[in-house]
Each structure stands twice: as C-alpha cells, then as structure tokens.
C-alpha cells in the first residue's frame, strides 16, 4: 500500500521598502542608477563609519506589519548574520533575528474549495539588501563587478509559519501580499521588478501527521506562476525521491523557470547570528505607534465597506473596485466628476479594468485619466452615445489622447443621438413598418419593442435604445 | 622658552597676548618631532605643510582681530584610528597601510572648527589590540620617561607624544584601557568620558559597545578644554547620547570637601606594584586632606572582569573587522585565483598576529554551541559588573583605584604571554564594562623614575565631578606636570 503524502510549505517573501533613503545612511533608495552612484562612506561601511536607522523605514515596515494583521514588537534589535561574500560590504548583514520588529499575523485566502483558510506569518522584521553581484568578461579574463547601491536598501522579511499545503495556496498567499502591502503605502511588490522576492520551504509528510521533515529552499522565482511551478516541481522530485527511498537533504535549490526544473545552489558560507553592538534597540513608543496606525492607508476590507455605504454599491460592486488601492482611488475620482456610482462601478470593473489588463497595463499607465473615464460615462449617462458605442469609444481612448467627445464626434460614434440624424432613422421606420404602428395603435405594445429595434438596426447599433424607445412612443402617441 | 612644554591653557595665553604664533609653536612641535620621533615613533605620519597652512591661517585670522576659540593655533595629536579626511588611517595594520579616509570623524570636525591644528596621526596597537603599542605593524613607540620601557597601549603613540612634547594634547580611544593605562604608564591626564558621551563616528570601531574617544593632556584642565569641544550628540552615531554638556573648565577649581570616595577592596589586593600603591595613597590622603571622606566599598564581580571582556571585546571586534576584506579598500592580495583566496590571502597578509589571535577568539564564542557558554554568559557577568557599580554610586561619588598595576614594563618583556599582557587591563576594563567615565591622574613615580597614576572612576555624565577631583589633587601635588 502506498503512502499518501501532503506538502507542507512555508515562504520567506523579501519586500523592498519604498522610504527615501536607505536604512542606515542617506543615500536614495532607487534603482537604476549608474553603478555605485548612491554609495557613501556609511552603506560602503568605510573604516569608522556607523549606522543610523531612518525613522521613516521603521514607520514604513510598522504599517506593512499592521497591514498583516501582525503584532508589533515595540521593542526590537538588529542582529548581524555573518558571511563573507562581495555583495556584502561589512562581512555581516543587519537583519533582526533574535528580536523581529513584528509577528503572529495572517492573511485571508480564499482556498481551493472555496473555504476562506487563514494562513499565519510568524515573523515581519527589519533587514538591510545585499550589493549587486554582475560579472562580465573583459577581453579574455572573466570579471566580477559589485554594485552598491543596493546595499543597505530597506527591506522586511515576512516569514510564514509552514500553513500552506498546495502550490495554489502559496500562490494566493503571495497575491493577498501583492494586494495588502501596496495597500498600506509602504512598498510596490513586484516580483516582476524584483521588489519583492519569494523563497520557499518545502517538505512532505504521510498525509494526516503533524510532524516537520526535512525541507529544501527554493528560491528565484519571478512571477507568482513561477512560484507554483517551482512548488510543485520540488513536490514531485520529493515524492519520487521517497518512493526510491532516497533521504531529503537539507539544501537550497535555484528555480529555472526555462527549464522549468530546480537544480542545486552552493551556498555561501555562513557564520553566526548575533546581536548587533552598534545599532541601538529599535523603541517604539505608544504614540508614535498611533501616529503610524493613523497615517495608514485604509485597508481594503474597511474600503470595501465604506463604498457600499457611501456609494450605495453592492458588495460585490464595492469588491470589485477596490482590488487594488489604485483602482478604489481611481473609482473615487470618476465618482466624485459626477458618475453615478453604480454606473462607475460597471464600467471600471467590468471594462476598463479588463481591457487594461488585456494591455498588459496598470490604470495609471494608460492615457485613460478618470476625467476622461468621466467624460465617456457622461456622454453614456445623457444619452449622447450609447452603451455600444461607449465600448467602442473606449478602446478609442487608449489609443487618442482627445477629449472623449471629440473621438465620439470625429468617430461618428454619437451620430445616431443627432436629433436629425435619429428624426430621419424614425421616421423611415415608422414609413417602413405600417402594420407595426397599427398594432401599437390598437394598443399591442409590444410592437413599440419591434420598431425600437428595427431603429437601432438603421442606426448601425450606435442609438441608445430607451432614447429610440421613448422617442418613438411620444411620436406615435402624439399622431 | 619651550613651546612645546606648554600646557593649552598656557599656549592659548601667550597667543592671546601676542607673545607667539601658531606658525611658531607648530614649527618648534615639528623640530621637536625631528629631535625624538626617530627614537620614539610616537608618530605613523606627520603632515607638516597641512599643519603649517592651518597654523598660519589661524595668525592671519588672530592678527586681523577675529575672536578665536580656545582650541585655535593648538597642535594635537590624532591616534591611527580617528579619521581625518585625505589623510592616511592606517590602525598601525598592513591591511590598512594605504588608505586614505575620505571623510573626517565627527571629533575633527569638531575640532576644526575650534580651529585646532593636527600634526600628525599617532601609534597604536594594531586596530587598538594590545596595552603596549608592540602590535603596532610599524613599530613600538618608546616610553619617553625610558625608552627600553612600553609607552603602553594602545594609544601609545598618543601619550608618548603628549609626555615627550611633540604634540600640545592628542585625542585616544579606550575600549578597555586604552587611554588611561599609556597615560599612567607615560605620566599623562588621560580621560575616557562616559559611553556616548563622545561621538564615534569616524573612529575605526574595535568593540561599539566599550569604544570612545577622549584626550590625552599635560594638564586636568587641557582635558576639560578638549572634552568640552568634542563632547556632545551626533546624529551620525546613534549610540550618543543626548546628555547636555558642562561647562567643564568652569567648575574645576571648585572644592572637593564632602567629597564621598571609595576604595574598592578588589583593586588594591596582592600583586600591586609598590610604587603605584604608594602614589595612590598619597592621592587619597590629599583628598581626605582637602576634606573628603574616605571609605572602603566592595565591587564583588572584579574578579570576571578580564573575562568578560575578553569574551565580549573579541566577539565584537571580530564583526567590526569582517569588512576588511581587500574588496572596496584596504590591502588587496591579487595572487588568489577564487574569491575564498581573496578574502583568505588579504586578511592573512593584512593582518597581524594579535589581531589574527582576537578574530578567532571572537569567532569561537559567537559560534553555535558556545554562544550561550560564552557570549551570552559574559553579557550576563556585565550586567553585574555594572549593578555593582550603581551600588556603589549609591555610598560614594568617586572612586579611587591604581590605573595600572605596575608601571611601564620593559619593551619584548610580555610579548610572549598574552594572558599575563591581558591582565594589564585588569582595573580599566570594569569602567568600559560599565560605560563609566575614568581619568588617570600621574601620582608620582616607582624607584626606577617610572610615572605611576591613579584613576578616578564615577557615575554615568559625572565628567564634572571626576574633573574636579582630578584638578583638585593635580594642584596640591604641585601642578600640570609636576610628578
Ligand atoms: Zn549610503
């Protein structure tokens, strides 16, 4: 009989702060910059030089642990992980290891049978980024060259207790990040950019025990569908390691997404953690952990909320604007030009949304300002286009930077609300269709309903139904 | 007259009056140099031209009758491991022989403002590792009182340099001693302020937890004038502390009457050098003559001291010293053909013996199975050293202890034993334990015409306090240099 097995999976997601500056030293937390340009004596760790801890970096960490449910340490230390290695310019990394900043959060995901499972993180702390290792050939002689301005770059590292069982749930677990910390202001997330990276632990165990096995790292990933591929590879080779008998040995693995495959890393040498002398204890007073709670952006459930409350929304409306921080923010503008808000919600959710997408692009990144959103839905509202060719009109504005009106105009996508245009198509119609408006006289109404749609057939699709409806129910009453 | 006797207070005097120049007091401290330096290599690099455009900028200033600092025109020394900005920082270490800092530590940019002139950086211990500046990678500085003796470590060069007038006052760092014991051994003021008192930053750092800077003077209150100028919170290192700063000249010739010392029986046990106990008591009876009571206290936990810090001083040091790796400055050996040789083949050819000795010692307490043994078991024995401290503190005001257990030794004469060298250290380290403030004060002299001193140990910020003390028995034992 064989043995059932489940995995057990545990992640380790570093998440680039977006503060100012880096951790220890002024030098600006960006990327992309010439090498070694935002370098100081301080994140080069020159003879003499000590670390100060920006205030603003603790601020940032503190809101994303608050974000994820975490409890605050208000009092917590840095500790330096030694190893030698040229991306690391002092021969240790500050992290904080024996007291994080923060822990016992959770998030919320929906699982794979649709039960909400709530996946808990057991430690959020402080940790500085390592320099960037390029090696290149000059001439013949190969070369390694070190980029610093990454060093000292604030990060935190969120490590989860080992709650996950499926590369599905790891998967919702690094979306629920992707979605909750941009939300909190404090950082982008972007495995793409590599604002955020995700290591994981995997082991396998009889399915039903509760014990912890022997785990292998895996780490390079760059998008949440690597992330699963590379799960449920180590999976398997576990499984079939068992099934040979072979023992699991504790190591880390490097995820090629080409060959789709996990192979061995060398690992760095390693010495040992210890409490940093010089950095003082990270002291979080009452106050200032208010002050941080209150300058928070609003979560998404609490936004949720208020926009079915404000808005009049339904629930699942109100969801599916506040997805994202940008997305609510973006609604919120449309509403505020004067949308009706359940008109706003269908076209942001159910359109604009996927047709970005489609484009692979954020809101932001389209030419599609919520004024000119605005614009096309007031053109849709009084009844100058209609729903159809407000789609059209849509996909217009991604491409052509004019007002909406102007498109609709030049695109002839308002000429069926021309009064004279519509008088013409009515009129012709009601000419067409005597034995219609006989029956509509004789007080069938539904023929209304068949002249209605023979109009908008003439119109090309472009009139607005209800506006053809009503202007042909007042002619054929009136005559 | 020799300028280069003088006191800064003296020197400062005779600027003021018009009497000397500052071009003329730095080129009698360089003839000076020229005269002793060979024998004594108190000094690792001068800068005579840097100092001479300094000293000549201040008299231009003075004579078009601009208002000047205490500090303006006065040549300092600077231990190897302060950085000053374009000037070599060496640590008395090969891995460092070449570098040059490009920046200045928060007490130059100080000190510069006060308009001090800087003649040179003087020797040390290599990285500050030693009580004998014999683990200088250049050379032992000579004791100017005898020159087959140690000037003791490791801010040798620094007291050497005060005691021998090549420099008005210089500027130490203590870890465990290292101000206070070349002072007593030299017959110089030396005084390690409270922890954070001073800023560190630029200092190149040995143990974060026990380093500060102080000075090294001819005179009490040369110390308070150099203390006064470089004390203070620094944003640029966060272990300062934001304690206000006295106006330590101001209170040093009040009275000590009432005065509360005591005598910590664990310092004055079998072992003491005859002529340092003697120096010390006649400091005690000059005290109780001026009026203060004098009594015995117990600082049970003495005993672990030179354990402890030998197990937290290395661990920390090992840290600090991981970033000299050949990669971004510093000796680079270019013979390796991996990595592992870069880092092996550098800090192998950098660095020396006793530095090698406390980057393993370091290493092995910090290591997994010995972490709790050793490092977390001495960070506990700290945490009595320093009660016993505050119970005591809570009887007296001021301590009053040998600085060292004997004087000067002879140069070659430990180097064989470390542990007999360590112990050296034995009543300095308590105080860097503890974060205190302590000041050697020469007392007198042994049979052999060697100079002995007596340290005064107070409470956290009590700078005032031991200085007043200090200036007390400095002026009934006849003034600035008269032991
Ligand atoms: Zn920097």
Redesign the interface.
């Known amino acids: 009989m064989t043995t059932k097995y489940e995995a057990v999976v545990g992640l380790e997601i570093h998440v680039q702060l977006n503060a100012a500056t880096k951790m220890f030293c002024d030098c600006p937390n960006r990327f992309g910059d010439e090498p070694n340009q935002n370098t100081c004596?301080i994140c080069?760790?020159?003879?003499?030089?000590?670390?100060?801890?920006s205030r603003e970096v603790v601020e940032k960490a503190v809101g994303v642990a608050m974000t994820l449910n975490c409890t605050i340490n208000q009092r917590s230390r840095f500790d330096?992980k030694?190893y030698?290695?040229?991306d690391l310019?002092?021969?240790?990394q500050l992290s904080q290891f024996h007291r994080p900043l923060a822990g016992n959060g959770w998030v919320e995901i929906t699982g794979e049978d649709g039960a909400l499972r709530r996946l808990r993180i057991r430690t959020l702390h402080l940790e500085e980024d390592v320099a960037k290792l390029v090696h290149e050939t000059e001439g013949k002689t190969r070369v390694?060259l070190?980029d610093f301005n990454r060093a000292g770059c604030p990060l935190v590292e969120i490590v989860t207790e080992p709650d996950m069982r499926s590369p599905y749930e790891a998967m919702e677990f690094v979306n629920a990040i992707r979605t909750l910390v941009p939300g909190a202001g404090g950082a982008e997330c972007s495995l793409e950019r590599g604002t955020m990276r995700v290591d994981a632990n995997i082991s396998l165990r009889p399915a039903g025990s509760q014990e912890l096995n022997v785990k292998v790292e895996v780490k390079n990933m760059n998008s949440v569908r690597g992330i699963g591929d590379a799960i449920a590879y180590e999976i398997k080779r576990q499984q079939e390691l068992i099934q040979k008998g072979e023992a699991i040995i504790l190591h880390t693995r490097l995820w090629d997404p080409k060959s789709g495959r996990t192979l061995p890393m060398r690992e760095k040498?390693s010495?040992?953690c210890?409490p940093?002398?010089?950095?003082?204890e990270v002291v979080i007073s009452d106050q200032w952990l208010a002050e941080i709670k209150n300058g928070l952006p609003e979560i998404p459930a609490r936004k949720q909320l208020r926009f079915v409350e404000e808005y009049g929304l339904t629930e699942t409306e109100a969801a599916g604007l506040t997805v994202s921080p940008e997305s609510a923010d973006y609604s919120e503008a449309v509403i505020r030009a004067g949308i009706p808000a359940r008109l706003a919600a269908q076209w942001i959710a159910g359109r604009l949304l996927p047709a970005a997408a489609r484009r692979g692009l954020t809101l932001a990144e389209t030419k599609i300002t919520p004024e000119r959103l605005a614009g096309l839905l007031a053109l849709v509202e009084n009844g100058k286009i209609n729903p159809n060719a407000g789609r059209q009109l849509l996909e217009l504005l991604f491409e052509d930077g004019r007002t909406p009106a102007e498109i609709a105009r030049e695109q002839g996508l308002d000429q069926a609300a021309d009064s004279g245009e519509l008088e013409k198509i009515l009129a012709r119609v009601l000419a067409e269709n005597p034995r219609a408006v006989e029956d509509f006289r004789k007080g069938r109404s539904q023929s209304l309903g068949f002249l209605t749609g023979q109009a908008v057939r003439l119109s090309g699709g472009k009139a607005d139904p209800r506006l053809i409806r009503q202007k042909l129910e007042e002619k054929l009453r009136s005559e | 007259m020799n300028l280069e006797k003088l006191t800064i207070a003296e020197l400062g005097r005779l600027y003021r009056e018009r009497r000397v120049s500052a071009v003329e007091a730095v080129a009698a401290y360089f003839k000076a140099i020229r005269a002793k330096d060979g024998l004594l290599h108190a000094y690792l690099s001068v800068n005579e031209s840097a100092a001479l455009a300094q000293a000549e900028a201040v008299d231009r200033d003075r004579a078009a009758g601009a208002e000047l600092p205490p500090l303006a025109g006065i040549p300092l020394a600077i231990k190897d491991?302060?950085?000053l900005r374009g000037e070599r920082?060496t640590?008395a270490s090969r891995i460092?022989e070449n570098?040059v800092?490009?920046?200045d530590?928060t007490v130059i940019e100080r000190l510069r403002g006060q308009r001090a002139i800087f003649l040179g950086k003087t020797n040390l211990d290599e990285f500050a590792f030693g009580s004998s500046t014999e683990n200088s990678a250049f050379g032992v500085t000579r004791n100017p009182a005898n020159p087959e003796y140690v000037s003791g470590g490791s801010s040798g060069g620094s007291a050497a340099a005060v005691a021998a007038g090549l420099a008005a006052a210089a500027l130490g760092s203590d870890t465990g001693g290292s101000i206070r014991q070349p002072a007593s051994f030299c017959g110089v003021v030396g005084l390690k302020p409270t922890y954070g008192r001073v800023s560190?930053?630029?200092?190149?750092?040995f143990?974060?937890?026990f380093d500060q800077i102080g000075p090294l003077t001819r005179s009490v209150e040369d110390a308070a004038v150099i203390l006064g100028a470089i004390a203070g919170p620094d944003?640029?290192?966060?272990?300062s502390v934001e304690a206000p700063v006295a106006d330590y000249p101001a209170g040093l010739e009040a009275p000590v009457s009432g005065l509360r010392i005591g005598l910590p029986r664990e310092y004055f046990g079998a072992g003491l050098d005859p002529g340092v106990a003697e120096g010390v008591e006649r400091g005690v009876k000059i005290l109780e003559k001026l009026g203060a009571s004098v009594r015995e206290v117990s600082l049970p936990h003495t005993a672990s001291a030179i354990a402890v810090y030998y197990v937290l001083a290395p661990?920390?040091a090992s840290?600090n010293?991981?970033?000299?790796?050949g990669?971004?400055?510093g000796r680079r050996m270019p013979e390796g053909a991996t990595?592992?040789d870069l880092?092996e083949l550098s800090r192998d050819a950098g660095f020396g013996k006793e530095v090698k000795r406390r980057i393993i010692m370091g290493?092995f307490v910090?290591?997994?199975g010995y972490?709790d043994a050793y490092?977390l078991q001495a960070q506990k024995v700290r945490t009595l050293i320093r009660q016993d401290f505050e119970s005591a503190f809570k009887e007296v005001d001021l301590l009053v202890t040998p600085t060292a257990p004997g004087p000067a030794f002879r140069i070659g004469s430990k180097v064989t034993d470390p542990l007999t060298m360590y112990l050296s250290d034995v009543f300095t380290v308590s105080c860097n334990l503890a974060g205190l403030p302590g000041l050697n004060l020469p007392v007198g002299r042994t049979a052999g015409n060697l100079p002995v001193g007596l340290q005064l140990l107070g409470p956290v910020f009590s700078e005032e306090l031991v200085l007043r003390a200090a200036r007390a028995l400095e002026r009934e034992l006849g003034g600035p240099g008269a032991v």
Request: glycine share 6%; net charge positive; charged share 10%.
């Open positions: 004596p080069l760790w020159f003879p003499g030089a000590s670390a100060q801890l330096q030694v030698y290695y040229p310019p002092k021969g240790f390694s070190v040498f010495g040992p210890v940093d002398p010089s950095v003082p | 491991n302060i950085c920082t640590c460092l570098f800092s490009p920046y530590a560190r930053y630029g200092l190149v750092a143990a974060s937890s944003p640029l290192d966060s272990t661990a920390e840290a010293l991981a970033r000299f790796d990669v971004r400055y990595m592992r880092y290493t910090l290591s997994s972490y490092y």
